[in-house]
């Protein structure tokens, strides 16, 4: 896995969302296999007043506290701050804070195998030095909504001081 050191602007996003800790997700009754699915059952990357459908964010903020706290994910796309889009009841708005990140790239391979090994190293990573981590904001970027097995390059970032 390649990391390297980032400076990202503010990032606005429409999406889909729920609040999760990661101990619920490593457990059989985790809640991100079906936020995943109400993503690809909608139509949000069509919709009037989004940007481009790619690429795809899956933003992990308002933590509790730590990674052993609770915490939202947003699974959407990227909105200008001019766009009249309306979030509803199914529909949430985040911002990816403008901040500095430490960047993973997780191996080419199937996304559910990948993302969550990518993960694991992440999580061993901070485990060496946890007051790097701010907490305000990560995500993983998919180059593509599509989610080709084989060939996409997912980048994980993570906020840190």
Do not use: C
């Not at 500095?100 to 485990?127: C, M, S």
Request: negative net charge; without cysteine.
């Amino acid at each position: 896995m390649s990391i390297y050191t980032v400076e990202k602007p503010e990032i606005r996003l429409v999406g889909v969302s729920v609040r999760t800790t990661n101990q619920v997700e490593l457990g059989p009754n985790g809640l991100l296999p079906g936020l995943w699915d109400t993503y690809f059952g909608s139509s949000l990357a069509s919709r009037a007043g989004m940007g481009s459908s790619e690429p795809l964010y899956s933003l992990y903020t308002d933590y509790e506290s730590d990674a052993s706290g609770a915490y939202t994910v947003v699974i959407g796309h990227e909105v200008s701050e001019e766009a009249a889009f309306q979030p509803d009841d199914k529909l949430s708005y985040a911002v990816i804070p403008a901040s500095k990140y430490l960047v993973f790239t997780a191996e080419k391979g199937p996304v559910n195998e990948v993302v969550p090994e990518a993960w694991r190293e992440i999580w061993a990573y901070f485990e060496k030095s946890p007051e790097l981590r701010t907490y305000t904001g990560d995500y993983e970027l998919y180059p593509s909504r599509n989610l080709d097995p084989g060939a996409n390059e997912v980048q994980i970032y993570i906020a840190v001081k």
